[in-house]
């Protein structure tokens, strides 16, 4: 179901269910098995097919990255398309734990990460109340989104992006994004549960390296030995 909706005076070109307004700002507020995005691109920067890809993806991965890891994730979420911004993506940073911040530019010129969107999705299902200490330590934050982007991210092959099958010297568990969801893809393969383990302690504040251990039965430099020894 969708209901697209602008407050904008505008003609209106009727597509079915889609309502096109030719105004500069684009909103549209779509439902989609309990969750419902708000979409806003106050620039109009994102052409239709583009947009498209993104709320598809969106729920796409949300729906069952919040089923796997934290039903009680929000069920309202918002994408903002920021032309101001100069990265790529981000969740939280001001703009709330439910938003996904986008910059247009990066996917004007990179049309096949589209699966960025699953891994921002991600941070909004992970709702850690801390990022980048002890407790929620930043490299396995990324970990895990890069994890779940290769698990329910839908292009990752055409954008050339996957999770690496080699360890390169300077790695190490903590290295983060691909090189530690690799890390963990492999890890929960041996141990199921792992990563779901790992997610929970996380977002209720009692993460310690020890959990590793009473996952796996190895320590955590243990654990990557034998994993960088397998590769
Ligand atoms: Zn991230």
Same mark, same amino acid.
């Given at each position: 179901m969708a209901t697209w909706s602008r407050p904008a005076a505008g003609t209106?070109?009727?597509?079915?269910?889609?309502? !096109?307004? =030719?105004?500069?700002?684009?909103?549209?507020?779509?439902?989609? /098995? *309990?969750?419902?995005? &708000?979409?806003?691109?106050?620039?109009?920067?994102?052409?239709?097919?583009?947009?498209?890809?993104?709320?598809?993806?969106?729920?796409?991965?949300?729906?069952?990255?919040?089923?796997?890891?934290?039903?009680?994730?929000?069920?309202?979420?918002?994408? !903002?398309? =920021?032309?101001?911004?100069?990265?790529?993506?981000?969740?939280? /940073? *001001?703009?709330?734990? &439910?938003?996904?911040?986008?910059?247009?530019?990066?996917?004007?010129?990179?049309?096949?990460?589209?699966?960025?969107?699953?891994?921002?999705?991600?941070?909004?299902?992970?709702?850690?109340?801390?990022?980048?200490?002890?407790?929620?330590p930043g490299w396995l934050v990324e970990g895990i989104a890069d994890y779940a982007r290769d698990r329910y991210g839908r292009e990752n092959a055409a954008a050339g992006w996957a999770l690496p099958t080699t360890v390169k010297d300077g790695q190490n568990f903590d290295s983060g994004y691909r090189v530690t969801g690799a890390f963990l893809k492999w890890s929960q393969a041996r141990h199921p549960g792992l990563v779901k383990a790992l997610d929970g302690a996380l977002r209720e504040g009692r993460y310690t390296p020890a959990l590793w251990q009473a996952r796996t039965g190895l320590a955590l430099p243990a654990l990557w030995a034998a994993y960088v020894q397998a590769r």
């Open positions: 209106t070109v009727l597509l079915g269910a889609l309502v !096109v307004f =030719d105004a500069a700002a684009f909103e549209a507020n779509q439902q989609r /098995e *309990g969750v419902t995005l &708000a979409y806003s691109d106050p620039a109009d920067a994102l052409a239709a097919p583009m947009r498209t890809r993104i709320i598809d993806t969106f729920f796409a991965a949300y729906v069952r990255e919040r089923a796997d890891f934290h039903p009680g994730a929000p069920s309202q979420v918002r994408i !903002v398309i =920021d032309p101001g911004y100069d990265g790529i993506a981000f969740v939280g /940073e *001001g703009k709330g734990a &439910a938003t996904i911040t986008i910059n247009p530019g990066w996917l004007a010129k990179h049309p096949d990460d589209i699966d960025l969107v699953t891994h921002e999705a991600m941070h909004i299902v992970q709702g850690y109340p801390e990022y980048a200490n002890e407790r929620v």
